[in-house]
């Protein structure tokens, strides 16, 4: 089993082994992230870093990531300011990218554009958001706090809050932790429940799915408390968003009746579905969720790129 | 012997076994204003049928269908067979069938998806299931099962 060359696009085009493999490397790679230790497998290495839409976390933890690895980036960080502006289709942008660097980072409006560009590529593409399709590293680095938390993913009863509909994090997440055999409860408003066809292919892998509107009642017996942000920019209609706008938040009065090593998790940036309050208990874990992002995508990278072969698909 | 209420043709296409209603879609896809304007296109509608209860016939002289259009013929009308007809014989006769991948067919109900923006590439769908048919695109992974509103 290798990673070395492939593109990343979704948590799907990893088998549990690789995910596995890939959280063992990133725990080993924490104190590399933290500046305790030098590590450059990356060393005359360049990735580009082509955000097409806003990103702060994402961005920001692939770089550092690159640059703990001895790696180099170039970036668009902006895409008013490339020549997209001047209409340049992302095909002919990748296949510039591709000469310029060793692998790249794509974080893009459309659904489906890191497919096209790793079609495109000759170099391992690595999806980082693809408008509301996948976000593969997200997921990696929610399971890396999960296992960091617990030590292992199976058997974790898990809550998933918020925009099931839409959400991007949430489809993958579920679908990775059903690999791992944990426990799905969902609770989100009812316009925003979770699309039939995931469900149907949850089924199919023989999870057992929960659904809970009560808040309290779905905090009570969990491990993880997953809490997304509804996002506005997702929705066909703004009244719908509306309808469910501040609907749903935690803070210590719904945490009192959960178990003490409860975590929450939340992929940031939070809009007010998690009170400040929170942030001094034992439960808050997503600002180390946060940190985790950079151990992670130097495992990731590292897999992808340390070594001297070419991309080369499974 | 039934009598036939469509003439025979001397060379050209006969799609048959269409489920009934949905012989206009196939002349959709068919195209027949691009057709040779000396071609005669007969179409028949609610024809009994052993097989199906009733179904539709759709007769094209002068054409043979490309592999895409017998794709799309296969989406929206499945139990459809096709015959070759050449010089009054049937020369070749065969069932619609689905490959794995359906190249250019449809367009992705997904407005937001990469392969509905300018970029230079033809939408592709996978075949996920095939009783009853669900396929799930290429690039974005959205699911399709109605076919007849997206055809390309």
Not at chain 1, 52 to 64: N, V
Not at chain 1, 127 to 156: I, Y
Not at chain 1, 193 to 214: A, F, K, S, T, Y
Not at chain 2, 72 to 81: E, G, S, V
Request: charged residues 25%.
């Amino acid at each position: 089993m290798s990673l070395h060359g492939r593109d990343v696009i979704s948590i799907r085009d990893l088998t549990r082994p690789e995910i596995e493999e890939l959280l063992d490397s990133a725990r080993r790679m924490i104190p590399y992230a933290e500046g305790k230790k030098v590590t450059h497998p990356l060393t005359d290495k360049i990735v580009a870093m082509a955000f097409f839409e806003p990103s702060t976390r994402t961005r920001l933890s692939f770089e550092s990531a690159v640059h703990r690895l001895g790696g180099e980036c170039i970036t668009i960080a902006d895409p008013l300011v490339s020549s997209v502006r001047k209409g340049e289709s992302l095909s002919d942008t990748v296949h510039m990218l591709t000469s310029y660097s060793d692998a790249i980072v794509l974080r893009h409006p459309n659904e489906g554009s890191a497919r096209l560009a790793a079609r495109v590529s000759e170099k391992p593409v690595i999806n980082a958001g693809d408008g509301a399709g996948q976000h593969p590293t997200q997921t990696l680095l929610d399971l890396a706090t999960m296992k960091e938390a617990f030590g292992t993913l199976s058997g974790l009863r898990v809550v998933l809050l918020g925009d099931l509909k839409y959400g991007r994090t949430v489809h993958s997440l579920a679908y990775a932790l059903a690999l791992f055999g944990a426990e799905l409860v969902f609770s989100s408003p009812s316009t925003l429940r979770l699309p039939d066809e995931v469900r149907d292919q949850l089924e199919h892998m023989g999870v057992r799915i929960h659904e809970e509107d009560q808040l309290h009642r779905a905090v009570r017996d969990a491990d993880v408390l997953y809490v997304t942000r509804i996002q506005k920019e997702r929705f066909p209609d703004e009244a719908e968003y509306l309808k469910v706008a501040g609907s749903y938040r935690i803070d210590n009065g719904v945490l009192a009746g959960a178990k003490s090593r409860l975590i929450v998790l939340h992929p940031l940036p939070r809009a007010g579905e998690i009170a400040a309050e929170v942030d001094a208990t034992s439960h808050a874990a997503y600002f180390r969720q946060a940190f985790l992002a950079v151990p992670v995508r130097m495992a990731l990278l590292a897999a992808l790129l340390g070594g001297p072969k070419s991309k080369g698909r499974s | 012997m039934r009598e036939l209420k469509i003439t025979p043709i001397k060379n050209g296409t006969v799609i048959d076994h269409i489920g009934n209603g949905l012989a206009l879609e196939v002349l959709k896809i068919i195209g027949v204003q691009s057709l040779d304007k000396d071609s005669t296109v007969s179409v028949a509608l609610h024809v009994r049928s052993g097989k199906l209860g009733w179904k539709d016939i759709v007769k094209v002289e002068n054409m043979e269908l490309s592999p895409r259009k017998v794709n799309a013929i296969a989406l929206i009308a499945p139990t459809a067979t096709i015959s070759i007809i050449r010089e009054y014989k049937v020369r070749e006769k065969r069932v619609v069938d689905l490959p794995d991948r359906i190249v250019g067919v449809l367009r992705c109900p997904n407005l937001n998806c990469i392969s509905n923006q300018v970029e230079p590439v033809e939408s592709e769908f996978d075949v996920a299931e095939r009783r009853p048919v669900v396929l799930t695109c290429a690039f974005c992974e959205r699911r399709v099962d109605d076919f007849l509103h997206h055809l390309a």
